[in-house]
């Protein structure tokens, strides 16, 4: 399966997987736990009862569905290597906040993120020493 290996050759590690019904796997990397969800032979009800046994078994796991790794398999992975510490850190003093476009803020979150927002009324940006976008807040209009 594309996804195992995939995530087995990116994070050092020994890896184990279960196959935990016809369509999900469930995997343990360091002390992240995957629960893969593939698309094929889907069912909603076996998933739903799936993930309250998981639920009841492990305290936290990340389900990454078929459909979203294969349409952005990298940002997949970069979220996941996120969560065993495996990340770019960045001092908050090296870094500037600016009024960023729309357009600007649309662009970055997709190609780093996989929400992206609606509406918004006012973008940020964090730029990093060189000038570099590294981060952005989308916040839209309060509601009265």
Known sequence: MDFIERITSEIDGEC??????PFTYFAKIKQLKIHFVQIKDYNSAVFQNEIKNLKKKN????????????RSPKKTIKRLKYHIGESNRIHGRKTTITKITKPEAMEFLEKNHGNIPLKTKFNFGLLDSNKKLVAVACLGRLSE
Do not use: G, R, W
């Open 16 to 21: 184990t997987v279960k196959q935990t019904s």
């Open 59 to 70: 305290e936290h796991f990340i389900t990454v569905f078929e459909d979203y790794y294969k």
